[in-house]
């Protein structure tokens, strides 16, 4: 093998192989589907995964693929199925709305789903059903952020 398939080597062992540092970064952001192919993150979708990682205390990949299910949610069913699956995989204790004025047919009153972490200032998972947007903040933050809607 040539050293530059493999990437050649400084005397410490690093990698000195621009195209083999390349090829590190690219597998970096792909993670594999449950049917075997390979799923790219989006760097919104990165960072969230690294945010819920470590505020939630969950395995980087575990992560990932929760950050990939919030933000690809875009119906009312793939909103409710992903925020179901959130609350099991960072162990809520269920779903809870806020409600303030009106917002649609399907939410009606509701201006945010969250899920319940036992404290009112607890680190969650909150989606704002105005903004149709995830958000990692606690319930506490959003109710004084957003009194207006309240």
């Known amino acids: 093998m040539s050293p530059h398939q493999k990437g050649s080597t400084s005397k410490k062992g690093r990698v000195s192989n621009k195209e083999s540092s390349r090829n590190v970064k690219s597998k970096r952001c792909k993670k594999t589907k449950t049917d075997g192919t390979e799923l790219k993150l989006t760097a919104t979708e990165k960072?969230?995964?690294?945010?819920?990682?470590?505020?939630?205390?969950?395995?980087?990949?575990?992560?990932?693929?929760l950050a990939t299910i919030l933000l690809r949610a875009k119906s009312h069913d793939e909103v409710d199925d992903a925020l179901l699956k959130a609350n099991k995989i960072i162990h809520g204790y269920g779903i809870g709305p806020i409600r303030g004025k009106w917002v649609d047919h399907?939410?009606?009153?509701?201006?945010?789903?969250?899920?319940?972490?036992?404290?009112?200032?607890?680190?969650?998972?909150?989606?704002?059903?105005?903004?149709?947007?995830?958000?990692?903040?606690?319930?506490?933050?959003?109710?004084?952020?957003?009194?207006?809607?309240?």
């Not at 960072?47 to 693929?65: M, Q, T, V, Y």
């Not at 404290?119 to 952020?145: N, P």
């Open 106 to 150: 399907y939410y009606q009153d509701i201006v945010a789903l969250y899920i319940n972490r036992g404290d009112t200032y607890d680190d969650t998972i909150l989606f704002d059903t105005e903004k149709h947007k995830f958000k990692l903040t606690t319930m506490g933050d959003f109710v004084e952020r957003r009194r207006d809607v309240l």
């Open 47 to 65: 960072r969230w995964g690294k945010d819920l990682a470590r505020r939630h205390n969950l395995p980087k990949s575990e992560a990932d693929k």
